[in-house]
């Protein structure tokens, strides 16, 4: 049997001699395969146009040999004839939560697909209370006013017993709303099963109650999964349903929001503010009007943190090919009908 490890690039020795250790008849073969970042978000949102305009990779004879004969691959990247190219592949761990821009290549494919859900939870969740901190404390104000000298108390807003509502209660979620809790925020939470309980959230209820959620909400945070169902679910009737000057914050991915909607909404003031961390295309064209939009707060996808990322990618590889190895069952077997 192979595994290939196809990220990260140059993967730790260390980390590499844990996996020999699980599987020491394996053959571990770590050969990297990466797409550019503009590929891969028009992968997941299937535009051809910029499919064309990103190419992908013409594949190396390394890369052509360590396929060839892998059973399992660890990727953040796929080649789309990946069947082909890989005849004998079972087994898929991706690196990452979001899988959007693997679904289409492995539909229909007797290959099992487990994602990274919960590797980034921690420091995704220690962004989104730092960016609302930031937001209702006026930090950015409270720093151009030292820039210029100006002695004029911008004074913020308490956290405590406002209410914070999730769109999406999973890893990424639940580690929002215990922080959010902490700070003495009241959490309200929309997910599909909303039967599951959650000590991160005061109230679960169902995606037919998104309206009546956000409308209670002083701040909004979107990280459900990007699916055909999910896509613009964020567009001008769910902004006008917020409640007026609430925060919207989106971790989840920039397909699951109409931003013509919510520049719109920005600039009317309907919205206080918008976190956004991921956008419709990536890299964000120096054109788009995201980057000037009044009261919005920009980041490149760099919610997460690479500090401990590896680690904890290969901690739940490590635990999977065990279970792999063992007929066991795998962590976070993603439903490709459903896309999550």
């Keep these: 049997m192979r595994v290939v490890v196809a990220y990260p690039p140059s993967p730790p020795a260390d980390l590499l001699d844990r996996l020999r250790a699980v599987a020491p008849d394996v053959d571990l073969v770590a050969c990297e395969y990466l797409e550019d970042h503009g590929r891969r978000t028009a992968r997941g949102t299937a535009d051809g146009a910029a499919l064309v305009a990103h190419p992908p990779p013409e594949l190396t004879a390394e890369q052509m040999d360590a396929f060839a004969q892998a059973d399992v691959i660890m990727a953040l990247d796929l080649p789309v004839d990946v069947r082909k190219v890989a005849p004998n592949l079972q087994w898929v761990q991706a690196i990452g939560a979001g899988v959007d821009h693997l679904r289409d290549t492995l539909r229909g494919e007797p290959i099992v697909l487990t994602n990274g859900a919960g590797i980034a939870a921690v420091p995704i969740a220690e962004f989104v209370i730092g960016r609302l901190l930031g937001v209702w404390k006026r930090f950015a104000e409270l720093d151009e006013q030292q820039r210029t000298r100006a002695w004029a108390p911008a004074y913020g807003r308490e956290l405590d017993g406002c209410t914070i509502g999730l769109v999406g209660l999973g890893a990424i979620g639940e580690a929002v709303g215990v922080r959010a809790r902490a700070l003495g925020m009241r959490v309200l939470a929309v997910r599909r099963n909303a039967g599951t309980p959650s000590d ?141």
């Excluded at 679960?204 to 909400?217: C, F, M, W």
Aim: aromatic share 8%; glycine share 6%.
């Design 200 to 340: 991160a959230a005061d109230e679960v209820v169902g995606t037919d109650r998104l309206h009546d959620v956000i409308a209670r909400s002083d701040a909004v945070v979107l990280s459900a999964p990007s699916t055909p169902e999910t896509r613009d679910l964020f567009d001008r009737a769910t902004f006008a349903a917020m409640k007026p000057g609430a925060v919207f914050c989106n971790v989840a991915r920039g397909a699951l929001v109409d931003e013509d909607a919510l520049v719109d909404a920005l600039q009317s003031g309907r919205l206080g503010a918008a976190i956004i961390d991921v956008t419709k295309q990536e890299p964000l064209p120096a054109d788009s009007p995201l980057w000037d939009a009044p009261n919005l707060y920009l980041s490149p996808h760099s919610a997460a943190s690479p500090e401990k990322y590896v680690e904890r990618l290969f901690a739940l590889f490590e635990d999977n090919l065990g279970r792999f190895l063992r007929g066991e069952a795998l962590r976070n077997v993603v439903d490709l009908a459903a896309g999550f």
